[in-house]
């Protein structure tokens, strides 16, 4: 089954940085686009960042964009979130995502998050 397993999240001060790393399986990663998301305390769920399989074309949401870089590396079934000049407003749980759509019927996957907390 799919699954997608984060890592890399911690406590950082504003202007550090963090790598988000997200190991999928279950299925073939490469053709799939994964996305990144996050949720911050009382906070609807916000797509932070997209990539396409191939090519890797990436877009972003304006508060991240040119701090925040997602890549994948489909030789390791792994996509990364490189962020830089964090900021408190950053903090939040980050999601991996990617979804499926079978006979008409989407189903997203998450992986279990990855808590991100920007403070001095």
């Known amino acids: 089954q799919v699954q997608l397993v984060e890592s890399g999240g911690g406590l950082v001060q504003p202007g550090g940085s963090l790598r988000l790393s997200c190991v999928a399986s279950g299925f073939t990663f490469s053709v799939y686009t994964m996305r990144w998301y996050r949720q911050a305390p009382g906070q609807e769920r916000e797509l932070v960042a997209t990539?396409?399989?191939?090519?890797?074309?990436?877009t972003y949401t304006d508060s991240v964009k040119g701090r925040f870089t997602i890549s994948r590396d489909n030789a390791k079934n792994t996509v990364y979130l490189q962020m830089n000049s964090l900021k408190p407003e950053d903090t939040a749980v980050y999601y991996c995502n990617t979804w499926k759509t079978i006979m008409g019927t989407r189903t997203d996957y998450w992986g279990q998050g990855a808590q991100v907390t920007v403070s001095s």
């Open positions: 990539i396409i399989s191939n090519p890797a074309i990436t």
